[in-house]
């Protein structure tokens, strides 16, 4: 038999379907003590959540979200996934992967995400919780549902490797498993500390990150992780100065800042070989030595914040610094 949380939930979404609204629930839990290592509380973008026990029926919202769980091994804690869009999960949580229904390739409607009668919800982008899918983090603690943002998208100034770290304890103290998550850091820190020793003193590369646009280039600016990822594989993002994480330039400031590597941000549509026929046939980029390529590649599973991310500065470093690697 289902919590009887769930049960409210589920009646909540009869009631979607029958009235068009729902019914809020209380979010008190069961009674009894907190398990081991609860209660843990979650000051998250501005909604505080205390957990007395770890979350039993998880829904991920976005690639990196799903990714990270799956990385602390609790897919047996997951009842669905969404928004990958055709983008293949990584290949080390396939198989665990698999075990976890699907709830839509995009997002999920607010119907989509009750029937699976979810007790936490994890997005690891804003679109998660946006008003156009129906499930706020307003509306889903009216349901009774714990949710949680990934903090990138809500935080002031830059965003780095140290807030990843920071979120994969936090999250693997919400599931009771903080040992798992200290395991996970420690080897993210050791892959990244390989990478610098191998890099050494090298000289950064100016590098521009091609995300979207014909008209005007849309790139990463500070506060993106993306940044952070450049400078540990041996580059400089030239849009640093910018003080967003995502924002538009011009071709000309493109060409003025003369970069020697275009990274392109990889969603899959537009395609990789499309974003790059679009810099070849921009006149304002006419000659610039990065053109001629190679075009190295960051997916945007990668480029989110998530155990992946380290995935992404070992390739991005043996691209810019191939003599570094041999």
Same mark, same amino acid.
């Given at each position: 038999?289902?919590?009887?949380?769930?049960?409210?939930?589920?009646?909540?979404?009869?009631?979607?379907?029958?009235?068009?609204?729902?019914?809020?629930?209380?979010?008190?839990?069961?009674?009894? /003590?907190?398990?081991?290592?609860?209660?843990?509380?979650?000051?998250?973008?501005?909604?505080?959540?205390?957990?007395? !026990?770890?979350?039993?029926?998880?829904?991920?919202?976005?690639?990196?979200?799903?990714?990270?769980?799956?990385?602390?091994?609790? $897919?047996?804690?997951?009842?669905?996934?969404?928004?990958?869009?055709?983008?293949? =999960?990584?290949?080390?949580?396939?198989?665990?992967?698999?075990?976890?229904?699907?709830?839509?390739?995009?997002?999920?409607?607010?119907?989509?995400?009750?029937?699976?009668?979810?007790?936490?919800?994890?997005?690891?982008?804003?679109?998660?919780?946006?008003?156009?899918?129906?499930?706020?983090?307003?509306?889903?603690?009216?349901?009774? =549902?714990?949710?949680?943002?990934?903090?990138?998208?809500?935080?002031?100034?830059?965003?780095?490797?140290?807030?990843?770290?920071?979120?994969?304890?936090?999250?693997? /103290? =919400?599931?009771?498993?903080?040992?798992?998550?200290?395991?996970?850091?420690?080897?993210?820190?050791?892959?990244?500390? /390989?990478?610098?020793?191998?890099?050494?003193?090298? $000289?950064?590369?100016?590098?521009?990150?091609?995300?979207?646009?014909?008209?005007?280039?849309?790139?990463?600016?500070?506060?993106?992780?993306?940044?952070?990822?450049? $400078?540990?594989?041996?580059?400089?993002?030239?849009?640093?100065?910018?003080?967003?994480?995502?924002? $538009?330039?011009?071709?000309?400031?493109?060409?003025?800042?003369?970069?020697?590597?275009?990274?392109?941000?990889?969603?899959?549509?537009?395609?990789?070989?499309?974003? =790059?026929?679009?810099?070849?046939?921009?006149?304002?980029?006419?000659?610039?030595?990065?053109?001629?390529?190679?075009?190295?590649?960051?997916?945007?599973?990668?480029?989110?914040?998530?155990?992946?991310?380290?995935? !992404?500065?070992?390739?991005?470093?043996?691209?810019?610094?191939?003599?570094?690697?041999?």
């Amino acid at each position: 038999m289902l919590p009887a949380r769930l049960r409210v939930v589920g009646a909540a979404l009869s009631l979607l379907l029958l009235a068009g609204c729902g019914a809020a629930v209380t979010d008190a839990p069961a009674g009894g /003590a907190p398990a081991a290592g609860f209660p843990v509380v979650d000051d998250n973008c501005g909604v505080t959540t205390t957990y007395t !026990a770890p979350p039993t029926r998880a829904v991920t919202l976005t690639s990196n979200a799903t990714e990270l769980l799956l990385e602390l091994g609790v $897919e047996r804690s997951m009842v669905g996934t969404a928004y990958l869009k055709n983008r293949p =999960i990584g290949e080390r949580y396939a198989a665990a992967y698999a075990t976890v229904p699907v709830l839509a390739p995009g997002q999920p409607s607010l119907e989509q995400l009750l029937a699976a009668e979810p007790d936490f919800v994890y997005s690891g982008y804003p679109d998660g919780f946006s008003e156009s899918s129906g499930h706020t983090r307003a509306r889903l603690a009216e349901l009774g =549902i714990d949710s949680h943002l990934n903090p990138e998208s809500c935080r002031e100034g830059r965003s780095g490797f140290e807030d990843l770290f920071g979120e994969t304890t936090r999250i693997g /103290a =919400i599931f009771g498993v903080p040992e798992r998550a200290e395991r996970s850091v420690e080897g993210m820190r050791a892959r990244l500390d /390989a990478v610098a020793a191998r890099l050494g003193t090298v $000289e950064p590369v100016p590098v521009f990150v091609y995300n979207s646009g014909t008209d005007v280039p849309r790139t990463a600016g500070g506060r993106a992780l993306l940044t952070d990822m450049i $400078e540990r594989a041996g580059g400089r993002n030239v849009f640093a100065d910018l003080d967003q994480r995502w924002g $538009e330039v011009s071709w000309e400031q493109v060409a003025r800042r003369a970069p020697a590597v275009v990274l392109i941000y990889d969603y899959l549509d537009p395609s990789v070989e499309s974003k =790059i026929a679009t810099l070849r046939a921009t006149p304002a980029l006419a000659g610039l030595p990065a053109l001629a390529g190679p075009f190295p590649t960051v997916p945007l599973s990668e480029a989110q914040p998530g155990p992946r991310s380290v995935d !992404a500065v070992e390739r991005l470093a043996r691209e810019l610094h191939p003599d570094r690697f041999r």
